[in-house]
């Protein structure tokens, strides 16, 4: 039986719409099996054809460690101005390599998946993210040797270290995972945004007190200098440098060259002034840039397919 085309119910016509997801970091959370996915491929190409394997990730920032604190430490002479010194710095370390392997393995992970990206409908988020959990996994040897260091030392942590060490590396995370996206977005449509991410690492452990303390920049007279002591403060890294010291090192100085010998006596210039009220405005600070990262983001990622 044949139907008339002229009684046939008209189709109403609905407007054209993206495959993609648009639901952003929220639908990449979502999708954590895909995300799940992602991870282990890129932490099995990173130790594939590696015959130690993870062990890399232990030799590696024990290596990094000792070349730093024996130039730093032991040619320089700053491990007698410090007490243990090697805590105070491999505690910036693990925040500043944290920090920069996000930032630059963020920036390249849409370049880097561009055979998936132009073929599969899913949250581009999903490549930065995946990247950061990445750099977080490759991290945590880092931050077990910092611990088993500072138990060596006689580290015996007050109520509020494990509150400093989360809210800091928190910062870290959601600061990085900001420029991860940004840079990442950007990056598909210049590729010179890999060489700066480059030159920003490398002036990051200037810019947090690593290879100096907290309170050699506080007393200098630069610190002394308002502008620049709330300038220097604006930096995320800087103050999520500060909090995970404050978690891992200040509990090992107590007593030692003047410090007190009770940590609630331990403030400015050992530490910035109300170092916990400025972390929380710092992470929320961060959480806001990650919205406006997201926001550009969201902005760039229509001619992804196209540019790459």
Known sequence: MSTRIDQLAPVEEQPLTSPFSSGGLVDVFRRRYLLKLLVQKEVQARYQGSVLGVLWSYIQPLVRFCMYFFVIGLVLGLHKDVPNFAIHMFAALLCVHFF??????????????????????????????????????????????????????????????????????????VFGTALALLFAGCNVFFRDFQSVVATISMMTMWLVPMIYPFEKLATSTLGQNP???????????????????????????????????????????????????????????????????????RRLEGKFAERL
């Open 227 to 297: 502008v620049f002591y709330h300038l220097y403060l604006s930096n995320p890294l800087a103050v999520g440098v500060v909090l995970v010291q404050r978690a891992f090192w200040l509990p090992t100085t107590l007593g030692e060259k003047g410090y007190p010998t009770d940590i609630d006596d331990i403030g400015f210039p050992y530490l910035p002034h109300h170092l916990f009220p400025l972390g929380g405005v710092m992470l929320v600070a961060s959480l806001l840039f990650l919205v406006l990262c997201q926001l550009v983001f």
């Open 100 to 173: 920069t392997e996000t930032f630059a393995s963020g920036t390249r992970s849409i370049v880097q998946n561009k055979a998936i990206v132009r073929k599969m409908a899913m949250p581009r988020e999903m490549f930065p993210v995946s990247s950061v959990i990445v750099s977080a996994v490759n991290s945590f040897p880092w931050l077990l040797i910092l611990f088993v260091g500072a138990l060596a030392v006689g580290w015996d942590p007050d109520p509020m270290a494990p509150l400093a060490a989360f809210l800091g590396l928190a910062i870290i995370t």
